[in-house]
Structure formats: structure tokens, C-alpha cells
């Protein structure tokens, strides 16, 4: 893809903005967050839960994407979860056909699921935002259609890669320096923080700024020479990109993938807790994370169906659309001042309101 | 290559199916040219009505009849007290945002479901399908031609209905522009009522056709949804005969690759398939034909 290229090259050109004291305060409380996940919390955690947290930063990618495309370009994709059910299709195959090393192979599904995003995407991205929504879930069930029907790999000969017999031992590699739970944990956090650090080159840079103007209009940002199309391509381009390299993460940590994985249910869910997360913030794509993979664990924990999750979440679409736009990471916060003026009111000391870490 | 003879069951079925694509894209279109709402929740609240319709049946042992009737009912109460609660607030956003916020009632009908009837294997046999005739050495049984007979009937009826009536008129003029609409008079929010009300009547209908037709399953039955979707997409979400025709031509398709052994287990993809070459054909000549609601 000629956008990814254009992207290292623009950048370049944008000169690295001086941080004022706020912004290097907030650089380093992510610097030890990051610290704390990568070196303390594998530790702390025991074997189910390094698990769920390496599916907490996977799917923190994948709502990265969509989060990208529905908060800046204002565009709607509902078929998020197929394309990585894809890209983990492709990543599996690239693992059992090349002996390549595996950052090479999370590059490569993520390049060919950009490419195969874009095929789809553009004809739709001409139209209206409608027309991609509808068209993105109708890939969604494609998708699901030709992956039951060619299964994904599994060591086998041919271009399908899928053996029906002897699935046993063959198991999609991870990294040599990670092959372990909790090495691979380590790996796919430094892998998602590689990706929030590319969203966010591009939300600074020039796409970040063109994206704003076409968020805002469409027709203003046409008038002001901001080549529309193109940049809605490079933010879904961008979706897919995050996506596919997700989808390599994903193989390589199953091991095996199996279709019911990726029901096409779960591009709606990963909507909606993009949504509740917030769209605004990349902090956003965390929270969502954290929602799709370690609310269901934790539930399944105390005996509790998921399925009241998947309620939770569509009461959560309709709220945040109607009464918080900006999602969590923006609500929690002011929610949380608001009951701290609240209370210190109730007290009667007319203590300042608290702060919770607003970012 | 498998002979004439053996597409012809698949004929039947095809029309069938199509009937009911037909009859939920025509639904939609009309919500969506009144409302401005694409309703994607429209397959979840059938599948619920027939899940409903079943319980009924099979656990409180009602008579078939009344049951069929809650289930239709169903759709349309749903469907109504959707567009009362959340149409008026979401009225001035992007039809993207008033589609995305369907999908909250789609993901609260799918929760509820897999809650209550995820347990086993159901199915809905409609007592019309026990009886039938033959054609030509092909078996038709009367549920396949409901299926048809009611999407021709409803499509004829909602066109009369938008031509003729004084309901219909203002539908079409909301459809046209909102605003004006509401300066001459026009009682926005009832008119607006009625689309939701009857659209939600068809999509209880179409669960209930779907659920025999296909099969008794939440998922299946609220994905179904996608190859209605793809023939209001084709018909550009505002032509009712389009929206038609490119659903029965969708679900003749997706019947008719059955018994060809090499593309048969991806015939789903069909509604996929049809939309992005219809996507294709409208990109190609786009400004002219899309300047209006759905831009």
C-alpha cells in the first residue's frame, strides 16, 4: 500500500511539537503504565489471567482501528471482527508456509489485510458513510461464509493450508523470544503500544488534521483542498492495518483458530464497546479492551452469563448516543467529579471536588 | 454440470426465500424514507417474535394462531416503542448514527435471547407447510407461496398506501425534506409513529416466514437481515420496486448455486456478491442519483 509509505514520509516532515508540562506529565505516567504492564503485572497475574490480558491488548488494537475510523473520519465499519478473523486466516497461513520471523509475518497479514480492506472499502467510501456500514456487514458474513467453508490452516498442503485429519500438532509459532504465556504477553504489549504509537503519529500529523476537517464537513473540508476520499481510504486503510497485525497476535496465541472464534455477532459488540469506550480518545480503544475481553472473564468468574453483557452493551450504544458522545474515558471522569461535588456538598465542608485522573 | 432438472426444486425455494428478503427490504426502505433510520435491528426483532411465538406453543401450549399473532405483533411493538423512545432525540443526526443506534437494540434483543433460549436446537414448522401441490414433479407447499403471495401483496399495498393516502403522502414528503414537511402542518411525529409501526408489523411477519423457512435460531435469523440489506442497498434505500425485485432475485441466486457442487457452500455470500457489484455500478455514476437522503 502506497499510504503506508506516504505515512512514514509525512511524518518526517512534521516537526516534533514541543511538549508543554502537561503533555510530558501525561507522557510520563503512560511511560510507567507501560512500565507496570510489561514488567510488574505478568507477575502478579496467574496463568487464566495472563490470557485474558494478552486478549485485552489484541482486541485494544482491533477497537484502536475502529475507534480511529468512527471518531475521526465520523465512518462505521460493522465488520471489524470478520476482516480479523481474516487477517488471522492469512497470518496463520504466512507462520505455516515461510519460515519468516514473526514481526515480518504481523507486517505482512497486516499489509495484506490492508490491502484486501481497501478493495472493499473504496467503492462504498465514494458514496456515503451508510453505504460502508452496510457494505462492511455484508463482508462480515462473506467472510464468515468462506472461512467455515475453507476452515483456516493448520499445517496442511495447498493453498488452503487445512488438514481435516490429524490437527493435533500442529500449532501456529510464536516469537522464539516469547514462546512462553507471560513472555508473550510482554511481546503483545510492546506490539500494542508499537500500534497506539502509529495512531497517534497519525491523529498529530497531517491525516490526523484532515481527518478533523472532514469529522467536521465534509463539504468545507473539499472546499479547503483536503482530498476527501483519499483520506477516508488511508483512515480505513489505517483500521485494517491495526486490525491484521491484531489478527497475527491472534494466531500466534490460540495456536490453533477455529471459526467460532469470531461470531459475526462480535463486530456489532466491538462497536458498541468502542462506543461506550469513547471515540475520541485513544485511550478509548483500552477501555474498549477491557470491556470485550476481561468483563466476559470476569463474569464467567462469578458464574454469571455473558449474555447480560451483550444487554449491558446495547443499553451502552443508545446511552452514549444519545446523552455522552465521548464515551467513558470522558463520562467516568466527569461522573466521578460530579459525585465528589456531591458528596463534599452533602458534607457541608465545601471540599474541592475530587479528580480522578482525567486524561 | 448438474442437468435443468435439478434446479428446479431450488426455484421454489429461491422465490420463497426471496419472497421474504423482498418483503424485509421493502419494510426497511419504507422506515428509512420516512424516518431516515435504517433500521439494522429489523432481523433481531423478528427472530425474537419467533422465539417468542414458539415459547408460547411449546411451553404454554397456546393455540398456533394466537401465537403467530404476538409474534407479529411483537415486531411491531418493539419496532414502535423504539421509534417513540430514541427516533425524536436522534431526529437531527447522521442516518449513520440513527442506524449505529439500532444496533443497541439489536445487541439488547440478541443478549435476551441467547439468555433465555440458548439451550437447545428449536424449530418452527407453520401448519401451511404440511400441505401443498405439485408442479411440474416439484413439491410447493403453501407456506413457499405465502411467502411470496404476502411480500407481492405488502409491496403493492405500501405502494397504493404511499400514492393514495394522506398518511402516505406526508411519508413521502418527510422523505423529501423534514423540515418543510414540519413547517406545513404535517403531524411529523405521528406520521413517523405509523412508519415504525407498520415496519415493525413486517419485520415480525418475516421472522415468523424465516423461521420456518430457514431455521429457529437467533443468530441466523438476525444475520438474515444482511441480504435484506443488501437489496435495499441495491435499491439505493429509496426505490421499493428495486429494493424488491433485488431481493427476489437475491434469495433465486443464492437457491439456484445449491446443486452446483464447486461454488455451493459459498452461496451465502450471495447478498455480499450482488451489493458490491451494485456499489460498484452507483460509484461509477455517483452525484447524480444519491444527493438526497442517503447522503
Not at chain 1, 71 to 98: D, E, N
Not at chain 2, 75 to 97: C, E, K, M, N
Not at chain 2, 257 to 270: F, G, H, L, N
Not at chain 2, 279 to 294: D, E, H, M, T
Request: net charge positive.
Amino acid at each position: 500500500m502506497s499510504a503506508a509509505g506516504a505515512t512514514s514520509a509525512r511524518a518526517r516532515r512534521v516537526r516534533m511539537p514541543q511538549l508543554d508540562a502537561g503533555e510530558r506529565v501525561r507522557a510520563a505516567v503512560i511511560v510507567v503504565l507501560l512500565l507496570f504492564v510489561v514488567l510488574l503485572l505478568p507477575q502478579l497475574l496467574s496463568g487464566y489471567w495472563v490470557t485474558v490480558f494478552t486478549s485485552v491488548a489484541i482486541y485494544s488494537i482491533v477497537a484502536l482501528g475502529l475507534g480511529i475510523l468512527m471518531g475521526r473520519t465520523g465512518l462505521v465499519s460493522l465488520g471489524q471482527i470478520a476482516l480479523l478473523a481474516l487477517a488471522a486466516w492469512v497470518a496463520a497461513r504466512l507462520f505455516f508456509a515461510t519460515g519468516l520471523p514473526f514481526p515480518i509475518v504481523l507486517l505482512g497479514s497486516g499489509l495484506i489485510t490492508t490491502v484486501l480492506g481497501a478493495l472493499v472499502g473504496l467503492p462504498a467510501l465514494r458514496l456515503s458513510g451508510l453505504y460502508l456500514a452496510l457494505i462492511t456487514l455484508m463482508l462480515a458474513g462473506a467472510i464468515t461464509v468462506v472461512l467455515r467453508a475453507t476452515n483456516f490452516p493448520n499445517g496442511g498442503h495447498g493453498f488452503l493450508g487445512h488438514l481435516e485429519t490429524d490437527r493435533g500438532n500442529a500449532n501456529i509459532r510464536r516469537p522464539a523470544i516469547a514462546s512462553g504465556d507471560t513472555a508473550y504477553l510482554r511481546y503483545t504489549v510492546i506490539v500494542a503500544a508499537i500500534m497506539f504509537l502509529i495512531a497517534l503519529i497519525h491523529v498529530r500529523a497531517r491525516p490526523g488534521r484532515a481527518w478533523a476537517a472532514i469529522r467536521q464537513s465534509e463539504s468545507a473540508a473539499l472546499a479547503a483542498g483536503v482530498n476527501v476520499t483519499l483520506y477516508k481510504m488511508w483512515a480505513f486503510a489505517l483500521a485494517s492495518f491495526l486490525t491484521g497485525v491484531a489478527g497475527g497476535l491472534l494466531a500466534a496465541n490460540s495456536g490453533q483458530l477455529f471459526i467460532t472464534t469470531f461470531p459475526t455477532s462480535d463486530s456489532i459488540t466491538l462497536l458498541a464497546v468502542v462506543l461506550m469506550g469513547g471515540i475520541y480518545s485513544l485511550w478509548g480503544a483500552v477501555v474498549a479492551g477491557l470491556l470485550m475481553q476481561f468483563l466476559p472473564a470476569v463474569l464467567n468468574n462469578w458464574g454469571v452469563p455473558a449474555d447480560w453483557l451483550t444487554i449491558v452493551f446495547g443499553a451502552g450504544v443508545l446511552q452514549v448516543l444519545l446523552t455522552a458522545p465521548q464515551g467513558l474515558v470522558y463520562q467516568f471522569p466527569r461522573d466521578m467529579a460530579k459525585l465528589g461535588r456531591l458528596i463534599s456538598g452533602l458534607a457541608g465542608r465545601g471540599r474541592p471536588p475530587r479528580r480522578e485522573g482525567a486524561s | 454440470m448438474p442437468s435443468l432438472e435439478d434446479f428446479k426444486p431450488f426455484v421454489v425455494t429461491g422465490l420463497a426465500l426471496g419472497g421474504v428478503y423482498a418483503l424485509s427490504g421493502v419494510g426497511m426502505v419504507v422506515l428509512y424514507r420516512a424516518t431516515g433510520v435504517l433500521n439494522l435491528a429489523f432481523g433481531a426483532v423478528g427472530a425474537m417474535g419467533a422465539l417468542l411465538a414458539w415459547q408460547l406453543i411449546n411451553v404454554n401450549s397456546w393455540a398456533q394462531g394466537p401465537a403467530f399473532l404476538v409474534c407479529v405483533l411483537f415486531g411491531g411493538a418493539v419496532t414502535l416503542l423504539y421509534g417513540v423512545l430514541f427516533g425524536p432525540p436522534l431526529s437531527g443526526r447522521d442516518p449513520l448514527v440513527k442506524a449505529t443506534a439500532t444496533l443497541g437494540l439489536a445487541l439488547i434483543l440478541l443478549g435476551i435471547m441467547d439468555l433465555v433460549w440458548s439451550d437447545k436446537a428449536r424449530s418452527m414448522i407453520l401448519p401451511t407447510s404440511n400441505h401443498g401441490f405439485e408442479v411440474s414433479d416439484v413439491f410447493v407447499n403453501w407456506t413457499e407461496v405465502i411467502a411470496l403471495g404476502f411480500a407481492l401483496a405488502v409491496m403493492t399495498v405500501t405502494a397504493l398506501f404511499l400514492r393514495f393516502t394522506k398518511t402516505g403522502t406526508a411519508m413521502r414528503a418527510l422523505a423529501n425534506d423534514r423540515e418543510i414537511t414540519a413547517t406545513l402542518g404535517v403531524p411529523v411525529r405521528r406520521v413517523e409513529a405509523a412508519a415504525w409501526l407498520g415496519s415493525g408489523l413486517v419485520s415480525g411477519a418475516s421472522g415468523l416466514l424465516l423461521s420456518n423457512l430457514v431455521g429457529l435460531d437467533a443468530a441466523t435469523l438476525t444475520f438474515l437481515v444482511i441480504s435484506s440489506l443488501a437489496a435495499t442497498l441495491i435499491g439505493r434505500l429509496r426505490s421499493i420496486t428495486v429494493t424488491f425485485i433485488a431481493g427476489i432475485v437475491i434469495g433465486l441466486v443464492n437457491a439456484l448455486v445449491t446443486p452446483i457442487v464447486s461454488i455451493s457452500q459459498y452461496r451465502d455470500m450471495t447478498p455480499f456478491v450482488l451489493a458490491t457489484i451494485a456499489l460498484l455500478v452507483l460509484s461509477g455514476r455517483r452525484g447524480s442519483a444519491l444527493a438526497g437522503r442517503a447522503g
